[in-house]
């Protein structure tokens, strides 16, 4: 059974940081490529960060370059997004993907994060 489970989120103040956290399980997760997507309300979804299967060259949003870092440890199956100088623009439902190929795309159920002060 494919489960990609977040957690991490929370209520922060404006400068500070969080690190999510994405488990991953049922599938080969060293062979997708990892994903973090938002979607803030009354938003459409939009690709946060993203990093290959291997590792290495990673991807951002504009919107967060510079302040967020994505990484992944394929032995602990987990990939992380680590979200310094938050503001609350940032505030959005954090959702992990993780995509192979068009029929192996799964999603996780998301993370609540919320910045104000």
């Known amino acids: 059974q494919v489960q990609l489970v977040e957690s991490g989120g929370g209520l922060v103040q404006p400068g500070g940081s969080l690190r999510l956290s994405c488990a991953a399980s049922?599938?080969?997760?060293?062979?997708?490529?990892m994903s973090w997507y938002r979607q803030a309300p009354g938003k459409e979804r939009e690709l946060v960060a993203g990093?290959?299967?291997?590792?290495?060259?990673?991807n951002y949003a504009d919107s967060v370059k510079g302040r967020f870092t994505i990484s992944r440890d394929n032995a602990r199956k987990t990939v992380y997004l680590q979200m310094d100088n938050l503001n609350p623009e940032d505030t959005a439902v954090y959702y992990c993907?993780?995509?192979?190929?068009?029929?192996?795309?799964?999603w996780g159920q998301g993370t609540q994060v919320t910045v104000s002060s």
């Open positions: 993907n993780a995509v192979y190929d068009r029929r192996n795309d799964f």
């Open positions: 990093i290959p299967s291997g590792g290495g060259s990673t």
């Open positions: 049922g599938f080969a997760f060293s062979f997708f490529r």
